[in-house]
């Protein structure tokens, strides 16, 4: 898709505010119609909002483990259809990259998008033994030294 250029400067990525937690839940409904977005946001988790131009257009929730072998696991990114491959995607991605920890998340085989979005910002395929075909793909992004 992405017939819309914006720019990155364009997008504004800021924490949710409590008090919109209704339509976050709404705009992931919008982004994933098939999953009951009720349940993608558990209570500790962070999530961080993408606008353009005043409007909601992407999410990000994650938790993070501290500790000195801490790390950020990604409980789900999504993007509104008419603006991914706009640089949403990344930019709701690299604050985390600033934490100095590894970054995980699950994606499915078949989401090429995601794939190649999460490739290009470096993330690889975790090896996993006895992983069957068609299950999600666990993939890291280590920090940089």
Request: net charge positive; glycine share 10%; aromatic share 6%.
């Amino acid at each position: 898709m992405g017939h819309l250029q914006h720019r990155s400067e364009e997008i504004k990525i800021r924490p949710m505010r409590k008090d919109e937690l209704i339509e976050i839940t709404k705009l992931i409904h919008a982004i994933f119609p098939e999953i009951d977005a009720e349940t993608i946001i558990k209570k500790d988790d962070k999530v961080t909002v993408a606008e353009v131009d005043g409007k909601r257009v992407g999410f990000i929730n994650f938790s993070e483990s501290m500790g000195t072998g801490g790390s950020i696991s990604v409980k789900g990114l999504g993007v509104l259809p008419e603006f991914r491959s706009t640089g949403v995607g990344s930019a709701l991605l690299k604050p985390l990259f600033k934490s100095g920890k590894p970054v995980y998340l699950r994606v499915s085989p078949k989401n090429e998008s995601a794939l190649v979005l999460y490739e290009k910002e470096g993330f690889v395929v975790k090896p996993r033994s006895g992983s069957k075909s068609g299950q999600s793909l666990i993939l890291v992004r280590m920090p940089e030294n």
